[in-house]
């Protein structure tokens, strides 16, 4: 097969926000403890933090880490993650039935995210708190010192603030999952009231509104329209969750399922702007993507799960070779908006749905998925120039006219590099690509990378180094 | 006069929930101090509970005691009941404005209902507070330990969770004199999501959510809809409230008022399968009648008392005949609804519109509604039967064809027994009753007891004994 | 021109409420800190108090001071301004984005009323708090003693109760700015259940519901029935806030505005009695227009402060001698509504667009709109006598038929004197004013005062002296 990938300097989508290539850390399963966090191994520093995870994330390259959840936080009390540890209550944790210690806090968190070179994306409770949890959070968090909260923190052991830019009113709020789960107009009215409060406390930060917890959910749309409504004037983002799944195991069928990433996306843009319209307002809501991945290889194995374990292995799904395709598709569409999606949180990091996984005591090893965003996030920086992809297509179970080729090209101007990401979505055929690119004079090939060849059930967790 | 009943073995109407059985302690009045609690009274124990007050509860053999509230849950913070007693706090309590001494709190409640035999019907508040004082109380209550509430429990002297299993969202949260009253969509919104994070701590809870305060409320019907609407899939129960009053001391009229009771039942009992085929559901929601009696001979009484006593005298109804009489009737209604009704509790037990009354530093006396309660309570369990009443009937100024017989058949298996209860409702013409009983072979009978001949007004206040 | 003012003495539009002689002390720039209470200053107090301010608020005359907000008031956590000075904390106060130290608090402020002889007009905070706070506050203030919060006032140096009478519910939480603001429903909703429980705890104080935060609101009128028609039967007073501006620096127009305060009234009343009509209701819901006064001259200076100072001069308009002339029409208008309207605050009292203005380890100082009110609040006590006005008239740009003369006609029983209150609107003719007054023989002149004959512009900034 052949396909021919076109494209112009000129001709941009958009300057890619490097948080695009954001990640998740929740309070989730084996994601904090034993995952960043285990004090005990051999390669932990002496805050308990294990350095192997963090180069295995510094090759991630992961400017953004969404924290601490999530389904977490709707039940969380953030003052019970500060203080001496010791004194730190053990908590009930309700939206997953563990216990949660609180042994890994704030200022841990902070440090961390210090040694991993990764910038916070932070959430308040929404779920059993409002104003007055939020407004404190933020003033613990950015305010310089003098008033109580602040000094708390000084008195804590950080003296300079967190400086935290980027903030999530709750997550997930429509679900009827979620602790304290709201109907639109609920939402909208408390994330309109917080974001003013806490715009109040600092104006440099933005934050993100939860939009609907999936595409699927009977208020899609209709949840979206009447938050904005709310607080339009008040928020930056609206968030977008998607997670795909092959319980069908039908690979063309599974592979085209970026496409209602596609749809997705564009059909929250058509809300926002209609709010924008109709609200005649100068200002422009952009997205914040912040929970995206494949999740369905663990959903039996946690459904039999007694709860109240503390850091039980929940959400450990085994990524194959399929799942790293459909990665890479997602993140080709996600670039492909780049000119509306700002934010993208691939959920999660470390064990938890993640493309990174620890053995206790062991070593770190990684996932399939882990190659596409590693490749994506290092080399796909820069500006995304509008592709034109010209390739055959298939049908699937659900899907029409999906092209046997996914891609996107970007303009690396620092580099003075132009890097082409694409995907061949057929399991038999190799696909002959022609890059047709306008405006780049005196271009040459530096580099090709494929991952090709594998079986598509390929797991690496046997074999760690399947995919080096 | 004559009258039939007739059953058949083989057609019932349901196994009896022993819960049918239950009644109720307020913090109101003397229900508790001087109550059920006297420390220096002759027959109180080391915990200062009056043995003579457990002794006459358990000839009544109450399955199960609803607590706090009624009203007063709904001002109520729990965590001011537990701890040292010198440090619990004296609390301004405003739904009867006295004075809460919280010397009477959670844990020795609980010791009581242990001492009493009875199970605990416990209410949280969705007055004032919401979502996190309900789950912090139900996690202290029923955790094992290991975390914070749990382990605050055993430090306060239980090791082991109470493990209460029936719980009330609330108290009729729709009635203005509620503190924090609700309309339906709040109260439905609110008691939906409590309902949903109490079972994520312990699902083998059984929730009873407030219907309307009575069935003279405005908003009665559409109040059960509304809140159901909601809340449906979290509860179990819907609540219902009654009480009756003589102030036309009219007796035919008086002994007619359970009709109500049943037209009450079967109007609800219409309203939860109507939400339920909306919904298209599997699940039946089934009643709990939590607060029904006779009340009004305190009312003129109450209405001068100065606020912000201790323990003051409130509801200190004094029962007559014809009140034990209307009390027999409605332990039959209920009886005859067991299908639907699994849980009722006689407002309230102790001292406040109740069957028994003490002394301070002096007796326990029984009041005359105290034996219709104690024989139903203590023959009344098995198998309700289908009851056929054949009977003359009458009209009274509000009711038309009132049978003047109000009878129900119950098989107790473990027994071998039938039961016949019934009540005569005519004040001067005996009732010749012939019961045709279906599928019984070699029935004879063991027992006859016939409560009669009393004066409608008697009341045991000057004479404890009139009735024994 | 010539002018004509009748009134009989049989003919009173109602006794004048001393409360529409009130102020307004908000924690806001330095009315407080700098303004009250300054404990270096050399007239200070032992408490540190300053008494000169003292003296000049006596000459006013004040019976009401509200507190301790405004917008203040919805961010605000009573509690932290009791207990031990140095144990409270330093608040990021975000209505005025400014330090709070809460160096004064309630005991401070309560006996600084004391010492300025005047009564409090109490807030509760209803943007980010609600029915418990508010409990506990009123309890704290007004009850006498044996329970947590009234001995807790005891512990702190208050053995006697404060005994407020007049409590506001929030502030203006119509507005967007408003910390926690709510829409109409909210509001009236949430004030309506406050307002019940306030009245259980102590059914002796008057409440006070919030109106819109100004007639130009998109929501007045609309705001007022909803709320009014959910809390009615619990409230008191609905408020009215108004300011004035001339940025337009248009003197016949701008001394017109008066009117729009009397148009104002009058909807309101209209409104309240609609509601009435409508429930069939025997109570007259009367009006507090708790914020009024003139504030433009500092609004371009306050905009561009940095945020977070302590005690910033902020809202410091510097009056002018046509401020005081509006601040006159105003008072008038407030008389002749003296039916319904029973309280009024001019806003503020101390340094915050205020007639008392102090400087740091210096003089107070009076500014020209001082004068009006002193004379109005000392001379106008009785009861406002229905006051016909006949007095040529002018359109200005907003206003037609504007009569030149705006005045009012006061009874004081007790001192047996008539009172003539009268400003001229225009700029550059004299007035002769006859009045005409029935019923009352024997009458002479007393005293006849003038303030007259001042520039428009000029303000008592740098000469103090220049309108004593």
Known sequence: MKAKVSASRTQAVSKIDPRIYGSFIEHLGRAVYEGIYEPGHPTANEKGFRQDVIDAINELNVPLVRYPGGNFVSGFKWEDS??????RPK????????????????HEFMEWSRQANTEVNMAVNLGTRGIDAARNLLEYCNHSGGTYWSDLRKENGDEEPFNIKTWCLGNEMDGPWQIGAKTADEYGRLAEETAKVMKLVDDSIELVVCGSSSSKMPTFGEWEYTVLDHAYENVDFLSLHLYWENFENDLPNYLAKSMEMDRFIKDVVAICDAVKA???????INLSFDEWNVWYHSKDADAKRDPWDIAPPLLEDIYNFEDALLVGCGLITLLNNADRVKIACLAQLVNVIAPIMTIKDGKVWKQPTFYPFMQASNFGRGTVLTTLTEAPTYDSAEYKDVSYIESTVIHNEEENEVVIFAVNR?????????????????????????????DPKLTTKENHDAME
Chains 1, 2, 3 share one sequence.
């Open 82 to 87: 500060i203080g001496p540890v010791e004194d």
């Open 91 to 106: 908590r009930l944790e309700l939206a997953w039935r563990s216990i949660e210690t609180n042994e890994v806090g704030l």
């Open 278 to 284: 109709k609200k005649g307002s100068d200002k422009q």
């Open 426 to 454: 057929s399991e038999d055929s190799e696909l002959q690509v022609e890059s047709v690119l306008e405006g780049f004079d005196g271009l040459s090939v530096k580099e090709a990378t494929e991952l090709a060849g594998y």
